[in-house]
């Protein structure tokens, strides 16, 4: 398999995006929602592919000194191959570069794969958001990651 290649991404990655993101998560973002994405100032959409595929993508926001990774995901096929932790080590170091002071995120509290990929990055957890998700009632886990 070629080298994963992270780059932003154009509204014509769109169908590839929303197709992962159907697959990943129990209550997807809709097509105007991450259409938006792609011009809401501050606003990023990065996109991993392999082999000229789209195999990811990472959603965050830079609001003042902190980014908010919004969402993050990967085609089931290409899961647990370290193209999740490409991309968060990516985020991670162009978030120093740009002189960010931290990167916060909800997850589920059921996902513990993605906690323990962010645990493994660093982050820490920071609290709980009681029954954020409406689809299911789960509560958020709060964390975050101090960039100085």
Sequence with gaps: MP???LR???LRD????LFIERISFPTPWTPLQFGSEFFK????????EEA??????????EIADEIHLANIAVSPE???KGLASFMLRTLVRYAKRRGFR?????????????????????FRTDGRRRSYYPDTGE????MSLSLD
Excluded: M
């Design 139 to 142: 509560d958020a886990i709060l």
């Design 78 to 80: 290409r899961r647990r």
């Design 52 to 61: 000229g595929k789209i195999r990811g993508y990472v959603c965050f926001w």
């Design 8 to 10: 932003p991404a154009r």
């Design 102 to 122: 931290r990167i916060l995120l909800e997850v589920r509290e059921r996902n513990l794969p993605a906690q323990r990929l962010y645990e493994k990055f660093g």
């Design 41 to 48: 100032k501050g606003s990023r959409i990065w996109v991993i």
């Design 3 to 5: 080298k994963p290649r």
């Design 14 to 17: 769109l169908k590839d995006i």
